[in-house]
């Protein structure tokens, strides 16, 4: 008898479910009333935030506006290659904002949540502008979503990708 069970896939994917919410509990908060985070927030991870800008809304409070690209292949089948633009737009909302100062430009962003301290600190890139550095209390994902491009205009990605299905 193995030591280890195997894990089924269905527990797999509960597992990996499980792992990205303790993720997501660590390093963000949630608005007051809601029971999950937005869109599909999940898959922002801490190392990918690449912001358009930093607006300042009052004194302690502020929200970074994501917006940046990527392109997503997939085999349709075996012989079909699709290849498509992903468009990542958010926003998170950064309250009780202690410090903010300009970095070294960086590449990748970072989220430290330190122990014994209740402040949370983010680095990320501006496009066109200086890095930032953020400490504040708490890190709100207001919004989340993935984009695709049809006819020059910005479409849910699902849809995008029930439009290549119906062409193909």
């Known amino acids: 008898m193995p030591l280890f069970r195997q894990l089924t896939d269905d527990e797999e994917i509960e597992k990996m479910e499980r792992e990205t919410q303790k993720r997501m509990n660590r390093l963000f908060d949630k608005m007051d009333g809601w029971d999950t985070f937005p869109g599909e927030s999940t898959i ?10 930093f607006e300042k809304i009052t004194q302690d409070s502020g929200r970074i506006n ?14 079909i290659r699709v290849r498509i633009d992903v468009y990542h737009i958010g926003s998170i909302l950064c309250t ?3 410090n903010i100062r300009e970095i070294q430009q960086i590449k990748k962003s ?11 600190k983010i680095q990320f890139p501006i496009q066109n502008k200086p890095s930032l ?4 209390k708490k890190l709100i994902i207001e919004k989340f ?24």
């Open 96 to 98: 009780g904002i202690k």
């Open 133 to 136: 550095e953020i400490e504040c």
């Open 66 to 79: 994501i917006g940046y690209a990527y392109d997503m292949g997939f085999f349709v089948k075996d012989k």
């Open 145 to 168: 979503d993935r984009f695709g491009l049809q006819d020059n205009k910005l479409i849910p990605l699902n849809d995008k990708l029930d439009i290549l299905r119906n062409q193909l």
């Open 110 to 120: 970072n989220i430290e949540v330190p122990f014994f301290v209740k402040n949370k």
């Open 44 to 53: 922002l991870r801490e190392d990918n935030i690449y912001a358009k800008d």
